[in-house]
């Protein structure tokens, strides 16, 4: 019997970004929401990219990329564009970070268009990109069994009518604690999630970098999943797109119900793959990884918070 593997597509940012950390710095750290996303997530599902870099976009790049199972036949090259650049830099307690410089460059312009195999894919992440980016792929995929998204302060603040359309379509909202207050206008972590839901979303993820996620479900119940501390940490960029690439890498194997029980197993791998990301520069610590050493760090993820259940009465 052959089992059927559902496929994921993603589109978001394919970057080439600028990293500084009070300990060092990268110019020139191969990144984007869709690339650290679709790195994350190779090691569960099938994964098909839909994104766009110009010129200067280095080949080694598409190859582990490639290497790692990614389908790139949705990745557009321009010749006489340059890609998508971030520059940003994080503050002592490595929690906190300055974007400094985005140039949207190759992503100006794009117009996205999916390749005819990837429209009937089961599963679609809407990585950080333009909200109109993420409306103009979704309206080409068929029927997706559940619709992810993630986004970020500069498109709540410029693209918000754009950004509230594309929710409406969302199952699973993921993003930081800092923009669930400023897309809600609520400063109550909680009450920010209601309102969340309220615009669309059945599902609320709430990252909060060190301090771990927050899963608001569709049945109104709160899920608490930690970050691992770590003793090194030495570069957060990608954090948030890898927990991303785990929860939903999680949700698209074969034989995975996506709801209920199933959610907060996907948090927990999309923790894991967090915790892999923020231990090298760019996707350096992904590449290379299998699924012995992401299992054991899952089991180190459940010793984490398994606690004799005690009574008092
Ligand atoms: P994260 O650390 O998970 O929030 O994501 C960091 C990645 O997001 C970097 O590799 C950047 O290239 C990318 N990024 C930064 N700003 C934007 C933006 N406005 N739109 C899309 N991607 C972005």
Known sequence: MTVHKPHLVVVGSVAIDWIITPRAERPESVGGSATFFAMAASY???????????RDFPDYAVADLKAAGVDVS???????????????????????????????????????????AFRGSEYLFLANIQPRLQSDVFAQ???????????????????????KAVLKNVDVLTLNDEEARQLS????????ARAIRALG????????????????????????????????VVDPTGAGDSFAGGFMGYLARPGVEPGGASLRTAMIYGSVMASFCVEGFSYDRLK????????????????LTNFARASLT
């Open 74 to 116: 949705g990745l557009e090259v321009v010749q006489d564009g340059l890609t998508f650049r971030w520059k940003g830099q994080y503050h002592e307690n490595m929690n906190d970070r300055t974007t400094l410089e985005t140039h949207l460059n190759v992503f100006e312009k794009f117009q996205p268009r999916l390749p005819e």
């Open 201 to 232: 979303p059945r599902n609320v993820v709430i990252k909060r970098g060190e301090y771990g996620a927050l899963l608001f479900d569709a049945d109104g119940e709160v899920f608490s999943a930690p970050a691992l501390p770590l003793e090194d």
């Open 44 to 54: 569960l599902s099938q994964v098909r990219l839909v994104g766009v870099v110009g």
């Open 288 to 303: 290379g990884l299998d699924a012995a050493t992401i299992q054991k760090r899952f089991e180190t993820f459940a010793s």
């Open 185 to 192: 206008g609520e400063h109550n972590i909680v009450k920010a």
């Open 141 to 163: 995929m068929q029927r997706p069994r559940l619709v992810g998204l993630d986004t970020m302060n500069l498109w709540i603040s410029i693209a918000n009518d754009d950004l």
